[in-house]
């Protein structure tokens, strides 16, 4: 099968990212829409019900760098949040701690990433950790 290229692949991306995804409980676009690059993008995950993270809105910057989608975007938490895979000096995302980036594949997707991260908040081990003041940013 022929590989997509990096900048088509990001516009189907950022297409599809700004009709919404699913339920809207996760949503991302471009940072600036003059970049042409499309490597700086933000993030919005609305957290879980019935878990500590219900009715917060976490924001996130993630880089696609030149080698995206062969690998991984990088990601980082803007706003503060409590899990064992963000890094609690400045919200930056453990790769090797979550498994759709630890296992990444070029079928995944930034959606995928905001979806996987929103499951996580809702694992057992995760959905009652204490966190940080609701709006507190790193």
Request: net charge negative; glycine share 8%; proline share 9%.
């Amino acid at each position: 099968m022929a590989k997509v290229p990096r900048n088509f692949r990001l516009l189907e991306e950022l297409e599809k990212g700004e009709k919404g995804i699913g339920d809207g409980s996760c949503s991302y676009g471009l940072e600036d829409s003059d970049d042409i690059m499309m490597s700086s993008w933000n993030g919005t995950i609305i957290g879980p019900g019935h878990t500590v993270h219900e009715n917060r809105i976490y924001s996130l910057k993630i880089t696609c760098g030149d080698s995206y989608p062969e690998r991984p975007p990088v990601v980082q938490f803007l706003s503060r949040v409590n899990l064992p895979f963000v890094s609690q000096s400045d919200g930056s995302v453990d790769p090797s701690r979550l498994p759709v980036l630890a296992s990444w594949s070029r079928a995944s997707s930034l959606e995928t990433v905001l979806v996987e991260i929103r499951k996580e908040m809702a694992t057992p081990t995760n959905r009652k950790l204490p966190q940080p003041p609701e709006g507190s940013m790193f």
